[in-house]
Structures are given as structure tokens and as C-alpha cells.
């Protein structure tokens, strides 16, 4: 089975990180087994995007 490969560039912005995980686990949700998401956060200073990344 093939799988994907998601990369989201992400600094001090939470709101649209957020905003992007929930868009694609809404709208590709029969495929979130298949789907890999690399967060790649360039030394982010806001605590909600830390976080974020941790779970």
C-alpha cells in the first residue's frame, strides 16, 4: 500500500499549523493511516507550536 508524505514548514505561527493538521486529518481522514506529517520547526519561540509538535 502506498503511503504520504506530508512536510509543513512552520515558525511562530500556531494558528495556521494547527489550521493545516486539522484541514488534513478533516478531509483525508479514510487515509490518516497512510499519510506521514514531517512538522519542521525552524527554533519556534511560541509555546502553542512547541506544544503542538510534543503531541
Known amino acids: 500500500m502506498k503511503k504520504l508524505a506530508i512536510a509543513i514548514c512552520t515558525y511562530n505561527r500556531p494558528e495556521y ?3 493545516c493538521l486539522l484541514s488534513i486529518a478533516e478531509n483525508h ?6 499519510i506521514c506529517i514531517y512538522v519542521i520547526d ?7 507550536t512547541n506544544r503542538m509538535n510534543m503531541n
Not at 481522514?29 to 497512510?34: P, R, V
Not at 525552524?42 to 502553542?48: L, R
Open 17 to 19: 499549523l494547527k489550521s
Open 42 to 48: 525552524n527554533a519556534c519561540d511560541a509555546t502553542e
Open 29 to 34: 481522514n479514510s487515509l490518516i493511516n497512510q
